[in-house]
């Protein structure tokens, strides 16, 4: 019985280059089901497309076999991978740090080399710039289809040899959380942050009170203000900035029915900090 194929790039859909990718799989099985995550990461961004996994993998059924192509480096010495993680979806991506968020919040069980000239589509030897088409959906199809075992992929390899992203775990200083903001919620312009809801209920806010949110880049604070810890968006007014725990369980910040990260003009990465604290008492004389 076949698994799912599911592909992720930074190709968009406005050419046939993730058409192609459909048809090299179905050529490999007509019966496969292929599923796609999205291909609309930015351009060259391998953090983003990292998040996306975590955000999305942990869902699929064991067995599912992901397809991540954002891949800067096509045509260079850049090893190719395949991973098992923790729970039995398999990831077949260049190993230029796209499992860096499944490998530090799921866990990776399985590591192993891809050998690119053995595995990949016949007639594409002399193809150095489309390894999604010709390595990556090929190997992943034959996964999925069972043409391929996952031990039959390459060597196996340690997976703390595997590229990690730079990153800065979310931490408490006395009653301030530090994090950092990962991603954006992009439809809706929310920011999602790396400070986990094991270290937010430390601060023991209930939902319906205040906390004290500051965001800064690398030069200056660009926002600071008291807003409501709420379940969910509708608990404030709109147009109301709040808190919340996101759908990865990790602490985010929004405005009802608008774009907080628009409103703002705020990004995401390493340089990009917030910090959270119970807002203060207010005592009027």
Do not use: C
Not at 56 to 62: L, R
Not at 116 to 131: K, M, N, Q, W
Not at 138 to 161: K, N, P
Request: aromatic share 10%; hydrophobic share 40%; glycine share 8%.
């Amino acid at each position: 019985m076949s698994q799912a194929l599911v592909y992720q790039t930074d190709f968009g859909t406005s050419d046939g280059a993730v058409s192609a990718m459909y048809g090299v799989a179905l050529k490999v099985d007509p019966t496969l089901s292929i599923f796609d995550l999205t291909h609309d990461i930015p351009q060259y961004n391998i953090w983003e497309a990292s998040y996306r996994l975590v955000q999305t993998v942990q869902y699929w059924p064991a067995g599912s076999v992901f397809v991540s192509v954002v891949d800067p480096g096509v045509g260079t010495e850049r090893r190719s991978i395949a991973v098992r993680t923790s729970g039995g979806q398999i990831i077949v991506t260049p190993d230029n740090g796209t499992v860096t968020h499944v490998k530090l919040l799921h866990g990776i069980a399985e590591a192993r080399l891809l050998k690119e000239d053995t595995h990949r589509l016949s007639g594409s030897e002399l193809s150095y710039t489309f390894h999604g088409r010709d390595v990556y959906a090929f190997t992943g199809a034959r996964l999925a289809s069972g043409q391929l075992r996952f031990e039959d992929v390459g060597d196996s390899v340690d997976a703390s040899s595997l590229v990690e992203l730079p990153h800065v775990d979310a931490r408490r200083e006395g009653d301030v959380l530090e994090g950092t903001i990962d991603v954006l919620d992009i439809r809706f312009g929310s920011l999602w942050s790396n400070i986990p809801h094991s270290l937010f209920i430390g601060l023991g806010v209930d939902y319906g009170k205040r906390v004290e949110v500051s965001i800064r880049n690398d030069t200056r604070e660009v926002y600071r203000n008291t807003m409501v810890y709420a379940r969910s968006f509708a608990d404030v007014s709109m147009g109301e900035p709040l808190v919340y725990i996101n759908s990865v369980l990790n602490v985010a910040v929004a405005i009802n029915q608008g774009s907080f990260a628009r409103a703002y003009n705020i990004g995401t990465g390493l340089s990009w900090k917030i910090s959270i604290r119970k807002a203060p008492r207010i005592v009027y004389e």
